[in-house]
Nanobody, 115 residues
Framework: QVQLVESGGGLVQPGGSLRLTCAAS????????MGWYRQAPGKERELVAS???????NYVDSVKGRFTISRDNGKNTVYLQMNSLKLEDTAVYYC?????????WGQGTLVTVSS
């Protein structure tokens, strides 16, 4: 069964850092476009960052300069390095793998930014 498993969420103070990890299994990882989405309470899920199979990256404006997405095809893993975290970054973060019309989601990991 195809799986995406996120880890690395937790509680952090404003200005702190976290690194999220998404490990994929049973997919040909290197041909998938990968992304991180988040959903805050009462809000719609939004795309935070993406990296395609060729390594091209995109970020939502609110995280540019603070978050970095990367991938390691040898480890079937995508990362999201989050620095200078703000209160408004609090959300459940989801890993996503896309290939054409196929979409795979992880179960999500909670990031709470609070003083």
């Amino acid at each position: 069964q195809v799986q995406l498993v996120e880890s690395g969420g937790g509680l952090v103070q404003p200005g702190g850092s976290l690194r999220l990890t998404c490990a994929a299994s049973r997919i040909f990882f290197s041909i998938f476009d990968m992304g991180w989405y988040r959903q805050a309470p009462g809000k719609e899920r939004e795309l935070v960052a993406s990296i395609d199979k060729d390594g091209r990256r995109n970020y939502v404006d609110s995280v540019k300069g603070r978050f970095t997405i990367s991938r390691d095809n040898g480890k079937n893993t995508v990362y999201l390095q989050m620095n200078s975290l703000k209160l408004e970054d609090t959300a459940v973060y989801y890993c996503h793998a896309g290939l054409g019309s196929r979409a795979i989601w992880g179960q999500g990991t909670l990031v709470t930014v609070s003083s």
